[in-house]
Nanobody, 130 residues
Framework: QVEVAEFGGGSVQTGGSLRLSCTASGLTFDDYAMGWFRQTAGKEREGVACISWNSGSTYYADSVKGRFTISRDNAKNTAYLQMNSLKPEDTAMYYC???????????????????????WGQGTQVTVSS
């Protein structure tokens, strides 16, 4: 049985930092890209960042470029999202996903969220207060 779990959410003030972790079990970790997504009530889910199986390719949403860093440790079946210079608009539920069919397009790295074969965690809340 595949399990994906997020850790590290919490409440911080504007300008603060958090590090989210995501562990995955029951799958071959380096068969998957790993991605972070976020969602707030009434808004569509947003892709925040994703990283290829060998860390050779990454994607960041424009809203987080320069502030967030995604990484992974295949030996630990764990992905990370380091979030610095947090803003109130970063407040959301953050979800980790193991992504089965990422691809390169137009010089960028694409991690489709809705592919069959993706596996999702339950989410961790991040709240940034002003």
């Amino acid at each position: 049985q595949v399990e994906v779990a997020e850790f590290g959410g919490g409440s911080v003030q504007t300008g603060g930092s958090l590090r989210l972790s995501c562990t995955a079990s029951g799958l071959t970790f380096d068969d998957y890209a790993m991605g972070w997504f976020r969602q707030t009530a009434g808004k569509e889910r947003e892709g925040v960042a994703c990283i290829s199986w060998n860390s050779g390719s990454t994607y960041y949403a424009d809203s987080v470029k320069g502030r967030f860093t995604i990484s992974r440790d295949n030996a630990k079946n764990t992905a990370y999202l380091q979030m610095n210079s947090l803003k109130p608009e970063d407040t959301a539920m953050y979800y980790c996903a193991a992504l089965r069919f990422p691809y390169h397009s137009g010089g960028g790295y694409v991690c489709p969220a809705d592919d069959v074969g993706n596996h999702w965690g339950q989410g961790t809340q991040v709240t940034v207060s002003s």
